[in-house]
């Protein structure tokens, strides 16, 4: 998807319409994120410890082989949502930050709600 902080350039739904290139990149994005599975998987790497967290660490804790686990893993990294390095037999994966603001930016209403709140 390319820098995702460059995507976002209040692209927010309610601010004005989305182009169908930008569009394109967001959809790919949330539907990486809407399988349950691979949800699971960016939060498991979104709340590691270290920042990162090594495959062997996240196969166990689905009841999936491992080629559909690195093909969810797959799905997440082309959509621009985690990165990875190997290292020696083993790969590990961390999160883009930016890639989740990108996200929220895009669904941000905040200025609807206070509006019509009026606060």
């Known amino acids: 998807m390319g820098d995702p902080s460059a995507a976002s350039s209040a692209a927010s739904v309610v601010r004005a319409p ?8 967001f959809a ?4 990486a994120v809407g399988d349950p599975v691979r949800l699971r998987l960016l939060s ?5 410890r270290a920042g990162e967290v090594c ?8 009841e999936l082989s491992g080629p559909t686990i690195s093909h969810h893993l797959k799905v997440l990294r082309e959509a621009g949502l985690v990165d990875s390095d ?3 037999t083993w790969v590990y994966y961390r999160l883009i930050p930016a890639a989740l603001a990108v ?6 209403v905040s200025s ?3 509006s019509v709140t009026g606060g």
């Open 86 to 88: 190997r290292r020696g």
């Open 112 to 114: 609807v709600i206070s």
């Open 28 to 31: 790919r994005m949330f539907k």
């Open 55 to 62: 495959v062997n660490d996240l196969t166990g804790e689905f």
């Open 44 to 48: 498991m790497i979104a709340s590691a």
């Open 103 to 108: 996200m929220g930016a895009v669904l941000d």
């Open 18 to 25: 989305i182009d169908a290139g930008r569009a394109d990149n």
